[in-house]
């Protein structure tokens, strides 16, 4: 391909490899980059390539270099968000619900509070829990619910639910 031949080339397809480029990214500014890129690699291999072939030739090369940007536009856009969650850490939703759980447990009557914990905490049966806490087996069952619910009102009003 001679000057001649390239510069004909420019004029005839500029247009064309700028829609396309436009069509391929969106973006005004990245296609006429595309379209600078195409123009600049059709003339550095203007001795391979025939005048015949420009138009597929500039078409290819600005679809290449605009996906490009595309690939490393993502990359830079997932090492960003990588960066940003390094930066701000993910609360501990276990200390937080630990801490709320204690909360709530304050809340109870000591009653309650006793009951439930050998019964959650210490694995006891409400046989047992009645004999370590002079109660019958029933009223154990009653005080445990009465936890529970209680509990569960609690947590909800500071936000965990788990209903959701």
């Known amino acids: 391909m001679t000057r001649k031949e390239y510069n004909d080339t420019v004029k005839l397809w500029a247009d064309d490899v700028y829609r396309f ?3 391929c ?3 005004s500014e990245m296609a006429k980059d595309g379209v600078q890129e195409a123009f600049a690699a059709l003339w550095e291999q203007r001795e391979r390539v025939s005048v015949e072939k420009g138009k597929p030739f500039l078409l290819t090369v600005a679809h290449n270099w605009v996906m490009s940007q595309h690939r490393h536009q ?3 856009e997932e090492n960003a968000e990588a960066l940003r969650g390094e930066e701000v850490a993910e609360p501990d939703v276990a200390f937080d619900l630990r801490e709320a759980l204690q909360k709530a447990a304050a809340k109870l009557p000591e009653i ?6 050998l019964k ?3 694995g006891f049966s409400c046989r047992e829990i009645g004999e370590i806490l002079h109660l019958t087996e029933s009223q154990v069952t ?5 936890a529970r619910v209680s509990m569960r009102k609690t947590l909800i009003a500071l936000g965990y639910d788990n209903n959701k």
């Open 25 to 27: 990214c969106s973006d």
């Open 142 to 146: 009653v005080y445990l619910f009465r």
């Open 74 to 76: 993502r990359v830079h």
């Open 112 to 117: 309650q509070r006793s009951a439930l914990m």
């Open 120 to 122: 959650d905490v210490e």
């Open 21 to 23: 480029s436009v069509h």
